[in-house]
């Protein structure tokens, strides 16, 4: 039996898909062509322009922003670095550092230090005092050719307008945000809510998913994390759908710093979410903490207008403009409260601790009494009051305060680890160790402590017993692995062992390129979208002994036209050859600290180095 032959038609058909995809196979291979060509095109056109534009200026102005790290310390000498290349441009450095700061207020005061300083360039060296939960960047590529279609500049345009269409819809800027499900539901009455709940789910034979939600949420803002769990759970036995079980879950999973899981269930519970009115302060929750901000501050917007009194509301929203720099916005929602009820402990903290990162000491304390006069058995504002003392050189009232939190709560180690910050700073080095160690006592787990030991001992020239603590802090929970690994790579270079060493600091390296601190990366992007508004050019500084890459993941394929600064082989090289003390004065930062002044003439080396290479092609 003979086969058919396919029709004409069909074969015209053929032909036309054939000719369709080789159409747009075309299209896109041009597409990319002229993309890759016109980025590099203009890049050098504008990159040309900015270095003819400052060599007939004849003159460069270059403001440098960071911590302590950066103020007083290494501006001095980028400023006598560049001069010896003779450019015939004459430079000027000007030094914005800041001891104790964070980025968020870097960038809050970053529009005045421009229209003071008008700089041609800004060198920013931060995050160092950033605080937060550290979230996985996006899973590298899984094959050869996921990373070929990364690497394509129709991928990155595509994914560059999905930006700006919308916030994405992950967790890429999730910041520090523990939403302590405690200060809204935590009361005297609440165990005998706790009672009254259960005893309606008994009644009810276990099919009352509500009430399982409101036990779960009672043991969430209790801290037992494990009972919250298995309630949350049991509400979605009763009802699959319910999306404030899943919400509950995500709570409990980011508490246990598993953001894989977290981000699960804060997605399932948007898609079940009603959204209507009485939704709308759990989806601002939700959105928040996937790091879709501008949809959070609507949603937050929106609750306050469907009930202008509910004060926690005022509270998150203002907790969410603070963590994005948004300072006079996050202080008028304190504000709000304030003037709603005069007797909110809560609103005080924050308007106090606003007030001490901004310098504002005298408001602070002010704040910081108030609540004292409020309650004077809360204990967690003395120790917020001991730190704004510590701030401030004021040794003795700090002691007191730290000591007053650990005689409100015998049992808490914080007031301890943080009255071992005192004593250090005094060079009692006694009297830090044995409240390190009352720390360890009272919270066998507490990382922070068991890094301190580490770093007293570093300081006694006691690698072993630094070895063994930096170890157990290795085993905490919560704490930065990476300052700890690197820490230890700090202790084997001392003790000759490059090996380990090597192996440490890789380790320290492998975290930083796989896990990212969200208001670090948001607060770099914004300064990038500010200065290229002024046609500023920005240099970003890795610390020294850092791998470059993490900062440079940064940028998310938008980091056209930033200079980057590697301080990794330069500093690791000279210290082998040397020794770490030659070029750093403490260990603060794990694997590098404050520099010396040989540690900042290299540093200034570089970041000259790499100016004159990048701008002006010298």
Request: glycine share 6%.
């Amino acid at each position: 039996m003979s086969e058919k032959n396919p029709s004409p038609g069909k074969i015209r058909l053929r032909q036309k898909m054939i000719l369709v995809l080789s159409g747009l196979g075309l299209f896109f291979v041009l597409l990319e062509a002229g993309l890759r060509a016109g980025g590099a095109g203009l890049s050098l056109v504008q990159e040309y322009r900015n270095t003819i534009a400052l060599r007939q200026k004849g003159s460069c102005r270059i403001m440098c922003i960071g911590e302590s790290t950066t103020q007083n310390q290494y501006p001095a000498l980028l400023e006598k670095a560049l001069e010896r290349k003779n450019t015939g441009i004459k430079f000027s450095v000007i030094d914005k550092g800041r001891t104790g700061t964070i980025s968020s207020v870097i960038l809050s005061r970053i529009e005045s230090y421009l229209n003071e300083c008008r700089p041609d360039i800004v060198v920013a060296m931060m995050g160092v005092n950033d605080y937060g939960v550290h979230l996985p960047h996006d899973n590298a590529a899984s094959s050869k050719s996921v990373a070929f279609l990364r690497s394509l500049r129709i991928y990155k345009l595509i994914r560059f307008l999905g930006l700006h269409v919308d916030a994405k819809f992950q967790w890429h800027l999730l910041r520090f945000f523990r939403l302590r499900l405690d200060q809204v539901y935590a009361s005297p009455q609440d165990d005998i809510e706790n009672e009254d709940a259960f005893e309606e789910c008994i009644k009810s034979k276990h099919k009352n998913d509500h009430c399982w939600v409101k036990i779960g949420r009672l043991n969430y803002g209790r801290g037992r994390l494990k009972e919250a769990e298995l309630f949350f759970q049991k509400a979605l036995e009763a009802d699959p759908g319910n999306d404030k079980a899943y919400s509950g879950l995500g709570w409990v999973y980011y508490s246990l710093n598993d953001m894989p899981k977290a981000v699960a269930f804060f997605n399932k519970a948007l898609k079940l979410n009603s959204n209507d009115d009485s939704a709308y302060l759990e989806r601002a929750r939700i959105y928040d903490a996937l790091g879709r901000f501008k949809q959070a501050e609507e949603y937050f917007i929106k609750a306050i207008e469907q009930n202008p009194g509910q004060l926690i509301v005022y509270y998150w929203l203002g907790r969410l403009y603070h963590d994005l720099g948004q300072f006079p916005q996050a202080d008028a929602c304190f504000r709000k409260i304030i003037e709603l009820n005069p007797l909110d402990e809560m609103v005080y903290f924050e308007v106090g601790r606003l007030s001490r990162e901004h310098g504002q000491f005298p408001q602070a304390e002010a704040c910081f009494n108030k609540i004292i006069e409020l309650n004077p058995l809360n204990e967690k504002v003395y120790i917020e009051a001991g730190r704004l003392y510590l701030e401030q050189d004021k040794f003795q009232e700090a002691v007191k305060s730290f000591e007053k939190a650990a005689e409100l709560n015998p049992g808490d180690a914080v007031p301890y680890v943080e009255l071992s910050r005192a004593y250090f700073d005094r060079g009692q080095f006694s009297d830090e160790e044995m409240c390190l160690k009352r720390a360890i006592q009272l919270d066998p787990r507490s990382d922070r402590a068991y890094f301190e030991l580490g770093r007293l001992c570093y300081e006694r020239q006691q690698f072993v017993q630094a070895e063994e603590y930096f170890k157990y802090a290795l085993k905490g929970k919560h704490g930065d692995k990476a300052r700890v690994y690197g820490a230890l790579g700090t202790i084997y270079l001392q003790m000759g062992r490059l090996q380990a060493a090597q192996e440490c600091l890789e380790n320290a390296s492998r975290v930083r390129s796989e896990f990212y601190l969200p208001v670090t990366a948001y607060n770099f992007r914004k300064l990038k979208d500010i200065l290229d508004k002024r046609n500023i050019k920005l240099v970003c500084v890795q610390y020294p002994m850092r791998n470059l890459e993490p900062l440079k993941r940064i940028f998310q394929d938008n980091d056209a036209g930033v200079v980057f600064v590697d301080n990794e082989k330069t500093f690791k090289n000279e210290v082998k050859a040397g020794s770490y003390k030659e070029y750093f004065t403490d260990m603060f930062g794990g694997d590098f600290g404050h520099c010396t002044n040989k540690g900042n003439q290299l540093l200034a080396e570089n970041i000259a180095n790499g100016i004159l290479k990048s701008l002006f092609h010298e």
